[in-house]
């Protein structure tokens, strides 16, 4: 490929993954997003005269003023994210930058935008699409900076002369624009492999300093993405029609976990409760939120007697951002585990609050999500989720609001009558409309949305519906035979990711279920929805092994590079100090080796470790003497041209210091010679031609044969100027010329 064409892909390929990363992160979106995309492939195309043109110059001038004005009214007057506006005016001005590229001097330019842009773009939501943005960037970004600064050279040193259009140029800049032997794949392998201490400088400056803090970046608090069923509201017309969402919403690694775990486990994760229902949808009212106690990183959620002191099953999830941000929580957890985020070097909690409903909250000032622990007493973990450990008495309100009814036809409240009476108990009376409800049909298709009364409808008509329509009527049912009943979304599912050894719970695996409130145990969950609605799958093949080690690198990104910190850092130097552990010293005075024969027989062998750390110190230095001996193997062909072009110099200088040009140190053969020329010596058609043949010899790769150097030293040296009309002039002898 020609050289120019070379250093613009470069530079576009560093460019577009600039834009990129942002977009990774949500920073471009909607039509901004789309403005930008077109603004890049169409700068492709502005070439040649068209940047010579003035208007064209200043239509970019007016352009670029236009949108400074645009983003500082959106985020003044119209409540745009004040980060946001300036990141995507960055992105405006890599646009513009990209359409107006006439010398080396714009392309670093654009260069250096793309870098910031990638910067940027580490704390707006730096996911595995942005590693994979960076690690193109990296392999690229060398090319760009070596191609760019050797065409800064190029137009710095040439590129004045030849436009003026000055006799004695000995290099066409268009011309070597256009070349194809400039830029070869030698250059490009090359220059890319600078990659390589890159990425290790990288590594190194991240595990020493690891992120305390988003700066000013924490302007940008976006909220999570919007989760089904956590919301104010929940309309049995729309619940189940995410059915289908992949997207992934937490990852649940139980302690319990086992070494050949199911594919699929089936979870139960509490979101949200709802007490209001008008017919069509559930609502919830205002309740006051009171802040749940905090001991370091531990929280209380329910204080039950005799629940604290049993045997625990733990749970580790990891939680994405979500709107609103929620505390999903299994059925029964007593308390609560956030890893801290490490701020200006302190470990900050969020704020976790709680309502009369036990919906449980965090603080979320970012969309980054969370990573706890939540601990069940095992007693509860066993009982597949029927059980809660908030076993608090209810008032006379709050009864009330859990009996609240819409209007029903006395079809209906027969209906509850025939299911409840013979039975006696909250719980006996759940599991009879349970054993009701299970003999309906679980369909995504809603038949019953349309209806006037959509309950009846499910339940007289249809018989068939999502899990919205099975909790709602058993909820209405129980209510209508004077049962407290609340209905309760989250999620229920759970696939497991063999690469990650976690559980992934998706947007399609959002649920409804019931809570019943019983005297003898207090709230007890329900969940009437046929065992035909299994947590959703993915289906089996390449593409969802594909899947399956892509949501792992995604973990694994998440936790070991986004949520890198100093408590991060000093897990890392602890496990690299216990792995250099050699012999157990680390183990502390106090504790005193064993004395059995056979340990202190192992503790005087050399540990594996220490084997390995030779055979590693020993394969580098192996690699250091192959390169090094591989370079001056390389360059001992280039000894002798070398030598000879400097021989070429010097008698060069000798010639023409004995006319009086003598040659500064600082000034190259070429410059020289067109300084002869201008001045009119006879000599200067000579020195013109040594100084070209010099400078193809000592950067062209053209060296000199033994008879070129001899006759070039014979003619400089026996050169006589009378011959050419002009006596030598009086100068200092040869000895002094600058060698």
């Not at 352009?63 to 995507?88: I, K, M, N, P, S």
């Not at 410059?671 to 010899?697: N, S």
Request: a positive charge; proline letters at 6%.
């Amino acid at each position: 490929m020609r050289f120019a064409r070379v250093h613009k892909v470069s530079v576009y390929t560093v460019a577009v993954l600039g834009l990129m990363s942002l977009a990774s992160g949500g920073a471009l979106q909607g039509p901004i997003g789309i403005v930008i995309a077109a603004g890049v492939i169409a700068s492709w195309w502005a070439e040649g005269a068209l940047l010579e043109k003035r208007a064209y110059a200043r239509l970019q001038t007016t352009l670029l003023v236009l949108a400074l004005g645009v983003q500082f009214a959106r985020a003044t007057l119209f409540g745009h994210g004040l980060l946001d506006a300036a990141v995507e005016f960055a992105a405006l001005l890599q646009v513009s930058r990209l359409a107006y590229r006439k010398t080396a001097a714009e392309f670093q330019q654009s260069t250096a935008l793309a870098l910031a842009h990638l910067i940027a773009a580490t704390v707006l939501g730096a996911g595995l699409s942005y590693a994979l943005c960076f690690l193109g960037f990296v392999i690229a970004l060398p090319w760009a900076l070596t191609l760019g600064h050797l065409r800064r050279e190029i137009e710095g040193n040439y590129l004045a002369d030849a436009r003026a259009g000055r006799a004695g140029v000995p290099i066409d800049v268009a011309r070597i624009l256009r070349s194809r032997r400039v830029v070869g794949p030698g250059l490009l392998v090359g220059s890319s492999l600078l990659s390589l201490p890159i990425f290790a400088i990288t590594a190194v400056l991240f595990v020493l300093f690891p992120r305390i803090g988003l700066g000013v970046f924490s302007l940008r608090q976006s909220r999570g993405a919007a989760t089904a069923g956590l919301g104010d509201e929940v309309d049995l017309a729309g619940h189940g029609t995410i059915r289908d969402d992949p997207t992934i919403v937490l990852r649940v690694e139980p302690s319990n976990l086992g070494p050949n775990p199911p594919s699929v486990r089936p979870f139960r994760l509490r979101g949200a409760a709802f007490d209001v229902y008008n017919g069509h949808a559930w609502s919830r009212r205002s309740l006051t939120r009171t802040s749940v106690l905090r001991d370091a990183g531990e929280y209380d959620l329910f204080i039950v007697r005799g629940e604290q002191t049993r045997r625990q099953v733990s749970y580790r999830l990891t939680l994405d951002g979500i709107d609103p941000p929620v505390l999903l929580l299994p059925p029964g957890t007593v308390r609560v585990r956030v890893d801290p985020r490490m701020e200006a070097g302190y470990p900050r909690y969020p704020d976790l609050t709680r309502d009369a409903a036990n919906e449980v909250r965090y603080s979320a000032q970012d969309d980054l999500g969370l990573v706890y622990t939540a601990y069940v007493p095992e007693v509860i973990a066993d009982d597949l989720g029927q059980y809660n450990a908030d076993r608090s008495p209810l008032d006379e309100a709050t009864t009330r609001r859990y009996l609240q009814l819409p209007a029903v036809s006395p079809e209906f409240l027969a209906l509850a009558r025939q299911l409840t009476a013979p039975h006696e108990t909250a719980y006996d009376k759940a599991s009879a409309v349970v054993r009701h409800l299970r003999s309906f049909r679980y369909t995504l298709d809603i038949e019953s949305g349309g209806a006037e009364r959509p309950v009846e409808h499910f339940l007289f008509r249809s018989h068939a519906g999502h899990c919205e329509y099975f909790s709602t009527s058993m909820a209405l049912l129980l209510r209508a035979a004077g049962v407290p009943t609340r209905n309760v979304t989250g999620f229920l599912g759970g696939t497991y990711n063999r690469y990650g050894r976690f559980y992934a719970i998706r947007q399609g695996d959002a649920h409804s279920w019931v809570e019943v409130y019983d005297q003898r145990f207090g709230w007890i969950t329900f969940d009437p929805t046929p065992p035909a609605r299994e947590p959703a799958t993915r289906a089996s093949g390449l593409l969802s092994e594909i899947d399956a080690v892509l949501e792992a690198l995604r973990a694994r990104w998440r936790r070991y590079v986004v949520g890198f910190d100093l408590s991060t850092q000093l897990r890392l130097f602890q496990g690299a100090a216990r792995w250099f552990d050699f012999g157990g010293r680390g183990r502390g005075a106090h504790q005193p080796a064993a004395r059995s024969p056979r340990a202190e027989a192992q503790r005087n062998r050399p540990p594996s470790h220490y084997a390995f750390a030779i055979g590693g110190i020993a394969a580098l230095g192996a690699i250091g003497w192959f390169l090094s001996r591989r370079s001056s193997l390389r360059s001992a062909p280039e000894t002798r041209s070398v030598r000879d072009a400097i021989a070429l110099a010097r008698a060069f200088d000798n010639a023409v210091a004995a006319r009086g040009f003598s040659r500064p140190s600082s000034r190259s053969l070429v410059a020289h010679a067109k300084t002869i020329r201008d001045a009119g010596a006879p000599i200067a058609e000579l020195a013109t031609e040594v100084a070209d043949r010099w400078a193809a010899a000592r950067y062209g790769a053209q060296p000199l044969t033994e008879s070129e150097l001899d006759g070039y030293k014979k003619s400089l040296a026996s050169f006589d100027d009378a011959k050419h009309g002009q006596p030598p002039r009086d100068a200092p002898s040869a000895a002094s010329a600058s060698p």
